[in-house]
């Protein structure tokens, strides 16, 4: 039985990715995202207006995609609260957000340069594909101020121990992606830690005792 329990997040468990851009500067940029996509060697990815990569991806039309295992997970959580933009919006001061040039260092991860793209792959992440941005949609309808990126992989790199021998295949009992699920982290199944935007979000687990309430309705 089906019930419409008015959810109020619909991230039911999507892999996370730090997508790095170089910026103007030289630096380079790094923001998670938990909306990507994958369409063969295509990647969709949906960034909100006030993320500065959001600004940064039409001009540099490239971005790598760096998948991490569970692992780095604490360092994907230093990130949380952090932007490039030296303005940082108002309402996301509020919520604690911080201007940070330098983002990977910020998050204790290590830059490698890429081969066919400017921006860096980020060194802990055993899966990099190196992205170019080959079209952008701006997101419509009330209260959507996103734009959905559409890019294509052209080398995609993989820590050589997923590799399973003999194949152009990542070994799937091997790769452990980590998950976002609803605000939190989960890795092998497990979760590992809540994520530092849900502070504040009515996410499970907030309730006492991670208690799952639901707020159900008819159809
Ligand atoms: C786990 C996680 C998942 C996120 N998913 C998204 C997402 O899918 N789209 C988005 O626009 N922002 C997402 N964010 C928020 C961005 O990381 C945030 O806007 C960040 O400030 C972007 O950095 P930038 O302003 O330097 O580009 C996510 C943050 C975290 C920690």
Same mark, same amino acid.
């Given at each position: 039985?089906?019930?419409?329990?008015?959810? *109020?997040? #619909?991230?039911?468990?999507?892999?996370?990715?730090?997508?790095?851009?170089?910026?103007?500067?030289?630096?380079?940029? #790094?923001?998670?995202?938990?909306?990507?996509?994958?369409?063969?060697?295509?990647?969709?990815?949906?960034?909100?207006?006030?993320?500065?990569?959001?600004? *940064?991806?039409?001009?540099?039309?490239?971005?790598?995609?760096?998948?991490?295992?569970?692992? +780095?997970?604490?360092?994907?959580?230093?990130?949380?609260?952090?932007?490039?933009?030296?303005?940082?919006?108002?309402?996301?001061?509020?919520?604690?957000?911080?201007?940070?040039?330098?983002?990977?260092?910020?998050?204790?991860?290590?830059?490698?340069?890429?081969?066919?793209?400017? &921006?860096?792959?980020?060194?802990?992440?055993?899966?990099?594909?190196?992205?170019?941005?080959?079209?952008?949609?701006?997101?419509?309808?009330?209260?959507?101020? &996103?734009?959905?990126?559409?890019?294509?992989?052209?080398?995609?790199?993989?820590?050589?121990?997923?590799?399973?021998?003999?194949?152009?295949?990542?070994?799937?009992?091997?790769?452990?992606?980590?998950?976002?699920?609803?605000?939190?982290?989960?890795?092998?199944?497990?979760?590992?830690?809540?994520?530092? +935007?849900?502070?504040?979000?009515?996410?499970?687990?907030?309730?006492?005792?991670?208690?799952?309430?639901?707020?159900?309705?008819?159809?």
């Amino acid at each position: 039985m089906h019930v419409v329990p008015g959810l *109020d997040v #619909l991230s039911l468990g999507i892999p996370v990715v730090p997508v790095s851009t170089r910026i103007e500067n030289g630096t380079a940029d #790094l923001a998670p995202i938990s909306s990507a996509r994958w369409l063969g060697q295509y990647a969709v990815l949906g960034l909100g207006d006030a993320a500065r990569t959001t600004a *940064d991806l039409p001009r540099e039309r490239e971005c790598v995609l760096s998948l991490p295992t569970p692992e +780095p997970a604490d360092a994907v959580d230093r990130l949380a609260l952090t932007t490039g933009r030296p303005d940082v919006p108002r309402r996301r001061a509020k919520q604690g957000h911080r201007y940070e040039p330098e983002k990977c260092a910020a998050a204790h991860l290590t830059e490698q340069p890429s081969e066919l793209v400017r &921006a860096p792959r980020v060194a802990e992440c055993p899966v990099p594909p190196e992205c170019r941005v080959v079209a952008a949609h701006r997101l419509g309808g009330p209260g959507a101020h &996103a734009t959905a990126f559409q890019a294509e992989a052209p080398r995609t790199h993989v820590e050589e121990g997923l590799v399973t021998p003999g194949t152009h295949h990542v070994d799937p009992d091997g790769w452990d992606p980590l998950i976002m699920k609803f605000c939190e982290f989960h890795g092998g199944g497990h979760r590992l830690r809540p994520s530092r +935007p849900a502070d504040g979000r009515n996410t499970p687990h907030q309730r006492p005792g991670g208690e799952r309430t639901a707020r159900t309705g008819t159809a």
